[in-house]
């Protein structure tokens, strides 16, 4: 059975997408269609057995490294059966954790959320509800069970903000950490992948009246393009959700405490001070 040599294991909404996309391009890098087939985490996926993760890799050339990008899991507590599961079949694994400002990412979780129909526009009374939407961005708290597993020096902790400062270094970087030994060049023409700016929030029966075959044809053939996009554009979400500032406040000490743990892991790391610009702001 083909099995994955390195996993992309997160965070959601971190730019997971941007670096999957980035290494699929590169020569002698296999990654699994769907990118993220959550196996190991979902328990409805995990049911369909080893036979059929295996056959994600099926259609890697010889010598290709092989791997797939979950962010689940690293969705503590939502998913807590992740590396019983996945330990005994790949002992040996190559880890990459991405992740960036956890404010940030929490909002982009939110938008995420609420483009999807599962949240309303009050993020003060969704963020009391759905208290995964800060764990998720505790990062310390979610990759300190992998370093237990595999060791600190199989996870490459790597940021959003890095790809973005300088994406050559950064994705030859992730390629030594994964073993690719060939060069790898930047391809700038993917452009930043799964931005949350650009999500649509469903409507409901969308499946029905818009991704159905006949309702696809009928639209298309009735309703000019330009009015077509112009609904599309009014579903968008037109500005980025400013927190209110008493919970901004709650959530720096939540992710300030879990950065001093990210900082014991991984001592001087550059995303410490990439990813909690609010830390200067307090120790200044």
Same mark, same amino acid.
């Given at each position: ?45 995990? +049911? &369909?057995?080893? *036979?059929?993760? =295996?056959?994600?890799?099926?259609? /890697?050339?010889? #010598?290709?490294?092989?791997?797939? !990008? ?104 992730? +390629? &030594?950490?994964? *073993?690719?030994? =060939?060069?790898?060049?930047?391809? /700038?023409?993917? #452009?930043?992948?799964?931005?949350? !700016? ?87």
């Amino acid at each position: 059975m083909s099995l994955p040599d390195f996993l992309i294991i997160g965070a959601m909404k971190c730019g997971t997408t941007t670096l999957q996309a980035q290494l699929v391009a590169q020569q002698g890098v296999f990654m699994t269609t769907p990118k993220e087939p959550n196996f190991f985490s979902d328990d409805d996926v995990f +049911a &369909r057995g080893m *036979g059929w993760y =295996g056959d994600l890799f099926r259609k /890697a050339r010889p #010598g290709d490294l092989k791997g797939e !990008a979950s962010t689940h899991y690293t969705k503590r507590p939502t998913h807590p059966h992740v590396l019983d599961r996945l330990r005994p079949h790949c002992p040996s694994l190559r880890l990459v954790y991405m992740i960036r400002n956890p404010i940030d990412r929490a909002v982009s979780h939110y938008i995420h959320e609420w483009s999807e129909g599962r949240m309303n526009s009050d993020p003060v009374a969704e963020f009391a509800r759905h208290p995964q939407m800060v764990d998720y961005g505790r990062y310390a708290y979610q990759i300190a069970p992998w370093i237990d597993a595999y060791g600190a020096d199989a996870v490459l902790l790597t940021s959003l903000e890095q790809l973005k400062a300088d994406p050559q270094a950064e994705l030859s970087r992730v +390629a &030594r950490h994964i *073993g690719l030994t =060939g060069p790898v060049a930047w391809q /700038a023409d993917l #452009g930043a992948q799964n931005v949350s !700016a650009e999500r649509v929030r469903r409507i409901p029966f969308q499946d029905l009246l818009i991704y159905n075959p006949l309702a696809t044809r009928l639209r298309r053939a009735l309703v000019p393009k330009s009015v077509r996009n112009a609904i599309r554009d009014l579903r968008k979400i037109r500005t980025r959700p400013e927190l209110p500032a008493d919970l901004r406040r709650r959530l720096q000490a939540r992710f300030m405490a879990d950065r001093d743990d990210l900082a014991r892991i991984f001592p001087d790391h550059p995303a410490l001070d990439l990813c909690y610009p609010f830390a200067r702001a307090d120790h200044g």
